[in-house]
């Protein structure tokens, strides 16, 4: 979905991500331990993001695909239900995606 993918890039989304500006008596190891931490959350994040775009260009397909109807009533019906069902299967993948990072705790996924 080249359309998609050039609005993704001209509305950037950026997630807020926690700051710590480490004290300069900061032992080295916590300093590293929480850029670490801060890398993997940033990592999940962006999967957050793949998920979402994705989630939209099969929403897009979906509605895209919807056969021909008899009328304006049942053309809105069916790509409501088409629509629906591309949420839902993407609400699974961010579900199933949170379980196996336990939420960005255990990167990378599972």
Not at 36 to 61: K, T
């Amino acid at each position: 979905m080249k359309g998609i993918s050039q609005w993704c890039k001209a509305h950037r989304h950026e997630p807020l991500l926690p700051r710590w500006r480490p004290p300069p008596n900061a032992a080295p190891a916590l300093v590293a331990t929480w850029e670490a931490e801060l890398r993997a959350l940033v990592a999940h994040e962006e999967g957050h993001r793949d998920l979402a775009i994705a989630a939209g260009a099969a929403v897009a397909v979906a509605l895209e695909t919807t056969p021909p109807a008899a009328s304006a009533e049942a053309l809105d019906e069916a790509m409501m239900t088409r629509a629906d069902a591309a949420l839902a299967a993407a609400r699974e993948r961010e579900r199933a995606y949170d379980q196996a990072t336990a939420h960005g705790a255990r990167w990378p996924a599972a």
